[in-house]
């Protein structure tokens, strides 16, 4: 197992029931997305709310692209998977003396179901599942470790099957061999190829760029989601306002304080987000402002102290008074929609190689995430993951290669790898944001060609460091976003180019990438 926030986590503790299982991370066992996570679940457990609606508002974000099996399915087993988490000890906050969920509202959905612990779900439910797999006889972790690459059976082989993955310690740049019967990815996104992001610093798309290397199916990495408030503050590298802020009523304003959401869409604040996070981009670049507002002044102080403690915390940490002040904000990369395509048991196209959560495309999300579904998917589908895994026979545990370190000697020019990174972040951001052109594609595509160029000579010549590997990551995984976006001439979901600005019916289909065949449009809708 690769990774340890939700999607890791959920498939150790049920693989655990018939297996050992190892949890490789490259911070500590919590330094996870999933930790950072304020909204919380989306399942319909309001008595007015159904599996069908969630199902149906589900769709309409993903603009085409969602299976409705996976819909589903998720849907539907999301409350038994939420009753699950109880049993570990998450508190989720509750109403009427705690009989029933305290249901939050996010953009898109028809009704309230968002289950959350607060503002701090992402943290209740980490701290839950890190203790019950820390204490766990069959799981073991292997902190401040990172997987370079997979191990393949055959090397240069299409379609080998994954037996391991190389992996450096990051303390003594000791590299050694981690041979497994399945190998899972569980690594989540790449917000930090973008210059502003709302994720945590580890979130480099290392199962992205291993999967992509190894030779396994990826899809749709045009579709990048832009959280649209992020805290504009120097101080305050990448905090998330969440969105159940303007659930609750929060509104966005120019800095003059009038009001632009509803010129955009009848639905105001509550809007999907690729939707609010454009109208904001297309303000801030025709007022020649660098954010905008979001206002909580006119809401009851007593009940936004309550309801969103965390989020009051930090910023008065950075000196605001969110009861008193509107807040600056920003948009900033949130969620990779695209992924390693896998199936709903977590299968990938390479044998010995499942994948879960962000780091995996599956049907879900479609062309627009729907706020609230990521920790859904986790639960869910990690879990179903490890029971069909653990149903099929045992197999021995494979022999895995020794790391070859070539010629490779120690760097002395560490700068490249932060002039680089630094380099690709901002371009992403300029070129291949919120709103994208044939144009800017193009530069991107100059400017990443050259880079990677650099970047594999290095990786090549010198001795591998974890942070050179999150560099090759990001690289990589910025190439496929450019690649992706440059091939799909249409503007759907998250993906809005000027160019190509409508979307078109014989586009209504996934975008495929493997290192074999290239990008290519799916042979027919509604499948990888
Ligand atoms: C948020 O709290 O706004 C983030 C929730 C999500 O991304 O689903």
Redesign the pocket.
Known sequence: MIGSGISGLCYALEAARTADVLVLTKGSREDTATRW????I?SALDPADSVEAHVRDTLAAGAGLCHPDVVRTCAAEGPSRIAALETLGVRFSRTDGGVDFDLGR?GGHSARRIVHAG?MTGREVEDALVRAASAHPRIRFLEHHMAIDLVLERRHERGSPVTGAFVVEKATGRVRTIAARTTVLATGGAGKAYLYT?NPDVATGDGIAMAYRAGALLADLEFV?F?P?CLYHPAAKNF?????LRGEGAVVRRLDGSTFLEAYDPRGALAP?DIVARAIDAEMKRTGDDHVLLDLTHLDPAFVLRRFPGIAERCREYGLDLTRQPLPVVPAA??FCGGVVADLDGRTSLPGLLAVGEVACTGLHGAN?L?????LEGLVLAQRAAARAAAEPPRPVPEAPAWDPGGAEPSDERVVVSQDWDEIRRFLWNYVGIVRSDRRLARAARRIALLREEIREYYWKYQVTADLCELRNIAAVADLVIRCAQFRRESRGLHYTVDHPEPRDEWARHTLVDRWDGVRLAAEPGRF
């Open positions: 996570a304020q909204g919380g989306a996010e503002d709302s989601q959280h408030t998330l306002l969440s969105e159940a987000r949130h969620y995430r706020a609230s579904n990521s920790l």
